[in-house]
């Protein structure tokens, strides 16, 4: 059985899909921070993928079972998220958990608590932190260059959903509700949240303009914060891709834009301004947020911090709920 607290934390990926795949693939020469051990899917197209990676296993109860796995990376279906976690926790193991952890801030609360509880690491994929130019932002937010955070402005939206067919579970009200809100606005939301605190309320308009999805294809949210201040929100399933982020405070304001989708990213194209100055536009240079994150995570499990907390966590989660409330009524709804 591996040391622990030395060498490469020992994952097992759950859920091979699109965006396993992904992570895997991203994780390619970083086997001495962290290194995939065995797999779980139930689709036969995984096993294909992993052939040749890492050895498939028939069941989560059989990867959880492994004593030299040291940690889950969930990229499954949101449904299944919640109960996982549980299982992971139980078995001792520390949990990587694709967005939305939960579809409820009581889920969300319950996630962290079982993690801290049992002094396991709860890693979030919410990449887009680790975006250079946004981790850049955060860190002027923090140091207070940017001033009083009064508004975010922001969009992430794509059409990647609109050739999937109408079985698959994204397009399912229930699993995958309020139209691009859980696969591209809770990037959004957490970033929002990370910069202004926990939200207060919020208005919706969820339609469909484009296609038959039962959740809808287009939303936009309006937030007001517990702290005062705003934000906008954007996620539509229903037009090409773009990702835009801008953050505006009293001593400047910044507005990142991902020239591609995360899954392959080409850097990114940042317009700023401070009080006083010009206007300035740069480009940065592709990364890979998706890789970062998830060595970020296996040095939590080493000791160091991680850059998610659990209560953001959890205010997003909160948020997300009222957002999917707000986009069924139409009315401003309070978050919990
Ligand atoms: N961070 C990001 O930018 C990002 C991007 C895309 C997707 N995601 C998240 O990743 C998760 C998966 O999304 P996706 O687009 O890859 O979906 P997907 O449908 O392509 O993949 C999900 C996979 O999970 C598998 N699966 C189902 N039940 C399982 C079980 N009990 N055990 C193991 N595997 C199981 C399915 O067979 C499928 O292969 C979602 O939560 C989604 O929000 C995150």
Not at 261 to 280: D, K, L, N
Not at 302 to 314: C, L
Request: charged share 20%; with cysteine.
């Amino acid at each position: 059985m591996q040391q622990k607290n030395q060498g490469p934390v020992h994952i097992a990926a759950i859920g091979l899909g699109w965006w396993g795949r992904k992570i895997v693939a991203a994780l390619d020469g970083e086997e001495a921070t962290v290194k995939v051990v065995c797999g779980v899917d139930p689709d036969p197209s995984a096993a294909v993928f992993c052939e040749g990676r890492f050895p498939m296993l028939e069941s989560y109860e059989a990867a959880l079972a492994r004593d030299d796995v040291e940690a889950v990376v969930l990229a499954t279906p949101h449904a299944l998220h919640e109960k996982q976690i549980e299982l992971a926790v139980d078995a001792g193991k520390h949990v990587f958990c694709e967005k939305p952890l939960a579809m409820t801030k009581k889920g969300a609360e319950r996630a962290v608590r079982l993690c801290r509880d049992a002094g396991l690491v709860l890693g979030m994929g919410h990449e887009r932190r680790f975006e250079p130019p946004v981790a850049d932002m955060l860190v002027a937010a923090q140091e207070g260059r940017l001033g009083r955070i009064v508004q975010v402005e922001a969009n992430f939206s794509h059409d990647k959903f609109l050739s999937l067919a109408a079985s698959n579970w994204r397009l399912n009200a229930e699993q995958a509700p309020a139209a691009g809100m859980t696969a591209t606005g809770i990037h959004l939301t957490d970033l929002a949240v990370r910069l202004m605190g926990p939200a207060r309320d919020v208005r919706v308009a969820c339609e469909n303009l484009a296609s038959e999805f039962p959740q809808g294809d287009t939303l936009s949210a309006h937030i007001r914060f517990e702290n005062g201040g705003t934000a906008y929100v954007s996620a539509s399933l229903a037009t090409p891709f773009v990702s835009r982020f801008a953050v505006f405070g009293t001593k400047g304001w910044m507005d990142i834009r991902d020239k591609a989708h995360v899954e392959s990213p080409s850097g990114w194209v940042v317009t700023s301004s401070s009080a006083g100055q010009a206007i300035t536009v740069s480009e940065v240079g592709p990364a890979e947020p998706v890789r970062d994150n998830l060595v970020a995570f296996a040095r939590a499990i080493r000791g160091q911090s991680y850059a998610i907390t659990g209560e953001e966590m959890i205010d997003n989660i909160a948020l997300l709920e009222a957002i999917i409330r707000a986009a069924r009524t139409g009315q401003v709804e309070t978050v919990a």
